[in-house]
């Protein structure tokens, strides 16, 4: 028997792996079959993209240690995602994705470098997509994965031809939808088999994803973890502010007044978070004494956080940037290496296993 501490501080005795702990191991192997069939992976665990984090280190080093790495594309055009896929593939031999958001203007040129190369994996995000761009992916080979905030969207993305879903609760770091994954995963993984389900949002230990696994999902996705991973890019201070910060600190954006949306993202309140609000403040001031007209004052909101998540990301300014950020920020406690983390997501779900066993039994 060993010592696990548990949350509030006391030793929970967990018992040793061994042959019990090769067959839990063998059981959470069979609950996420569908998911490492899918990925091609040892572990149904995706590194969520991050734009300017998820790039070709952090991706090969989830792909190499079990995982499955994914790449960001953000903004990037087709030359410099084509540099990234052959930088990732020669960092790994293990397979990886690529997250490409619909509303690129050069999204059909993105599909065509990542089929020319050989990506068998395409992550469609931010928006519902144009089936002609699923039929392009899947016509050169590649499998499609679609975000579905809602039941009904992941049953419209099935029926276009989505090949897996991912459904990421408003927990997780980065643009996000209202809903939690608590209730996400009620509303979708009961209704829709057809396909593997991965999940997203908040996670941080093992035991929430075995939960998951058990619920139906294929799978998980995190991102906040990873960004504060060794092999992340990501400035040491980006990182640090991870280690310090606790769940309640990773929160949505603020929107002042209905009349100019803010499309919400959840990262870390700081000096920029606060200034959003005074910018708002002022727009509206100058919208309602005609100094701005609607569309004038919409875009200079939307102009706030222009290049403001690689400023936090690369260049570290973590109190005027975008720090975006999980509520899983609260379960990073230090800079660990990728493996350690996947490591360590697999042995609590496996101890999980193994604690349930031994009260049955
Ligand atoms: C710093 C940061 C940047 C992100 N950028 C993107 C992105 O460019 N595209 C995307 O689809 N998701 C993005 N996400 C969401 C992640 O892919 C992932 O789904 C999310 O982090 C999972 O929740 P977690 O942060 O609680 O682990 C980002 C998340 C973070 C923390």
């Known amino acids: ?84 896929i052959a930088a990732t593939q020669a960092l790994t031999e293990r397979p990886f994705g690529v997250n490409l958001i619909t509303m690129h203007p050069q999204l059909d040129d993105l599909i065509r470098i990542c089929v020319a190369a050989g ?30 905030p809602a039941l009904v969207m992941g049953r419209r993305l099935v029926k276009l031809g989505a090949d897996a879903l991912v459904i990421e609760g408003s927990e997780a770091g980065g643009h996000i939808g209202p809903v939690s994954l608590t209730v996400l995963a009620q509303e979708v993984l009961p209704y829709i088999r057809e396909v593997p389900i991965f999940v997203a949002g908040g996670l941080g230990r093992g035991e929430a994803i075995l939960g998951l696994l058990e619920m139906g999902a294929a799978g998980a996705q995190l991102g906040t973890r990873f960004a504060a991973s060794s092999e992340s890019v990501a400035h040491d201070r980006f990182k640090q502010a991870f280690v310090r910060a606790a769940a309640r600190d990773a929160l949505p954006s603020v929107q002042l007044d209905e009349r100019f949306p803010v499309i919400p993202v959840r990262g870390l309140v700081n000096d920029g978070t606060r200034r959003f609000l005074v910018h708002q403040a002022e727009t509206l001031r100058r919208f309602q004494s005609g100094e701005l007209t609607r569309e004038a004052a919409q875009l200079d909101i939307e102009h706030f956080w222009a290049g403001s998540l690689r400023r936090a990301v690369i260049d570290g300014d973590v109190e005027g940037g975008s720090v975006m950020a999980g509520q899983s920020v609260g379960m990073v406690t230090g800079i660990q290496p990728v493996r350690e983390i996947l490591d360590e997501l697999v042995d609590q779900a496996v101890q999980a296993l193994l604690l349930r066993d031994s009260r049955v039994s």
């Open 119 to 148: 990506v068998g994996h395409v992550v469609l995000a931010g928006g519902v997509p144009q089936a002609s761009a699923m039929r392009a992916i899947k016509d050169g080979g590649a499998k499609v994965i679609g975000f579905a």
């Open 1 to 84: 028997m060993s010592a696990d501490l548990m949350a509030d501080g006391q030793a929970a005795v967990v018992p040793e792996a061994g042959p019990a702990g090769l067959a839990a191991r063998r059981q959470l192997d069979r609950l996420w079959e569908k998911g490492t069939v899918f990925l091609g992976s040892e572990l149904a665990i995706l590194g969520g993209a991050m734009s300017w984090v998820s790039e070709r280190h952090l991706v090969s080093a989830i792909s190499n240690s079990g995982g499955f790495g994914v790449i960001a594309c953000g903004a990037m055009g087709p030359e410099l995602l084509e540099r990234e």
